[in-house]
């Protein structure tokens, strides 16, 4: 599933994190499904334990894996589902602004609002 290219310019942490995070995202690797293990990854790929460790580490800080010590890695339900939880955010969001009677319009503009502030 995973491939290093040992040729390229991405350090190969990064080739690990961003496949298998493509992976969780477009639901080839489902939430609860159980990574290999780091050392096990590292030795297929021909990589140290410390490169995978680190792709793990970013993917578990983005919230896409959990780590359950001796258990295992696991894909967690906010990276298959992320998506279905925005449409849900989304509504509920929709919903409160109804009630305080705000158009959709309004509501979409404080969104914007809201949103240039954040990047600026």
Not at 9 to 21: G, I, K, N, W
Not at 32 to 57: F, I, K, S
Not at 62 to 67: K, N, P, Q, Y
Not at 94 to 109: H, K, Y
Request: proline share 3%; charged share 30%.
């Amino acid at each position: 599933m995973v491939v290093v290219d040992a040729a390229s310019h991405v350090p190969p942490y990064e080739q690990v994190r961003s496949q298998l995070a493509a992976a969780i995202d477009d639901g080839t690797l489902p939430a609860g499904h159980r990574l290999q293990p780091m050392r096990r990854m590292a030795e297929d790929l021909g990589l140290a334990v410390n490169t995978v460790a680190r792709a793990y580490r970013e993917l578990e800080q983005a919230g896409l894996i959990v780590s359950r010590g001796r258990r295992g890695t696991f894909v967690t339900a906010r990276g298959a589902d992320r998506e279905r939880e925005a449409r849900a955010a989304a509504r509920q969001y929709l919903r409160r602004t109804a009630e305080l009677g705000l158009t959709l319009d309004q509501a979409v503009d404080e969104v914007r609002r809201l949103g240039a502030g954040a990047r600026g």
